[in-house]
């Protein structure tokens, strides 16, 4: 059995204001999200809830991967 280790965060500017999403696996995959195919601005914007327009640039930092499960 696997756990996933989560440090994924989506970085993106609305109107030049830079603001982090940080992945919560208990609400969503931050990188499944994005990879689903609706991108960076896809993302953000179903996660700040504002339109994919207003999302100017967009970035990932962090790592999503799988370990051991520590018992």
Avoid at 29 to 44: F, V
Avoid at 58 to 71: A, D, N, R, V
């Amino acid at each position: 059995m696997t756990e996933r280790t989560c440090g994924y965060t989506l970085v993106v500017w609305i109107f030049g204001e830079r603001r982090e999403i940080s992945c919560n696996p208990e609400d969503f995959c931050l990188r499944e999200l994005i990879w689903s195919g609706k991108g960076m601005r896809g993302a953000g914007s179903l996660v700040l809830n504002v339109p994919p327009a207003t999302i100017t640039q967009g970035k990932t930092e962090g790592s999503c991967k799988f370990s051991p499960l520590k018992e």
